[in-house]
């Protein structure tokens, strides 16, 4: 069955050191999307791609980075881990035209 | 950007209610999803409902549109319906791209 993994699940770093979060997904889908979500709200968009080497910010997007070297995976990157970044990271893909977004089982970040 | 509220922000419930969770957008939207959030954190997709009525067992949802607002209904509620719903917008602008709303937490108390 097609699916949408992260990795790792759980993360513990310290202050200013770079962090990679990993997002593969077996859809084939075109859009990828990181999300992250605080306590108690919605979920907010940091970055996004809708292809191959495209890659776009979102709403908080200072501090992210994101690439887009195949269709599966869209890794995000924290150049310089803050405790603002304590979090849980989200993403998801979505297939051109329907939009219909399928998310995985997400990332706690916690930066210390 | 688009505004999306969800009321209300908290529902608590005696097994077997029916309850009634409401999603206003201050914008057209090309799609809306509406999730549930389980104790584990993990987000389940419930509907995809840009426009119309769909039902998925004691679940339903209605999409008005052109007034801005959808409706998930759950009827004879169980306490595994626990959680934080979810809705999310897509902009007729912006493709692919969801604005979600704060949540609702529901409470089902056996």
């Known amino acids: 069955d097609a699916e949408i993994t992260q990795s790792p699940r759980h993360k513990i770093t310290e202050t200013g050191r770079q962090v990679t979060l990993a997002c593969h997904q077996t859809?084939?889908?075109?859009?990828m999307f990181w999300y992250r979500q605080d306590l108690g709200h919605g979920l907010r968009l940091i970055h996004y791609s809708y292809g191959v080497q495209d890659t776009n910010k979102g709403e908080v997007s200072d501090g992210y980075s994101v690439s887009r070297s195949n269709t599966e995976d869209l890794p995000l990157t924290l150049e310089s881990a803050a405790s603002s970044q304590t979090s849980v990271y989200f993403c998801a893909s979505s297939d051109r035209g329907p939009d219909e977004q399928y998310f995985g089982p997400g990332t706690r970040l916690t930066v210390t | 950007g688009i505004q999306v509220e969800q009321s209300p922000p908290d529902l608590i419930l005696q097994e077997g209610a029916n309850s009634t969770l409401r999603c206003n957008f201050s914008?057209?939207?090309?799609?809306l999803q509406w999730f549930h959030q389980n104790p584990w954190g993990q987000l389940i997709n419930l509907f995809y409902i840009p426009s119309g009525t769909k039902q998925n067992g004691r679940l339903s949802a209605t999409t008005v549109a052109t007034e801005r607002y959808s409706l998930l209904y759950i009827s004879s509620s169980q306490t595994t319906d626990s959680g934080v719903y979810f809705c999310?917008?897509?902009?007729?602008?912006?493709?692919?791209?969801?604005?979600f709303g704060d949540g609702t937490t529901l409470t089902v108390k056996p």
């Open positions: 999310a917008v897509v902009r007729n602008t912006n493709a692919g791209k969801s604005t």
């Open positions: 859809w084939n889908h075109n859009n």
């Open positions: 914008d057209s939207v090309n799609n």
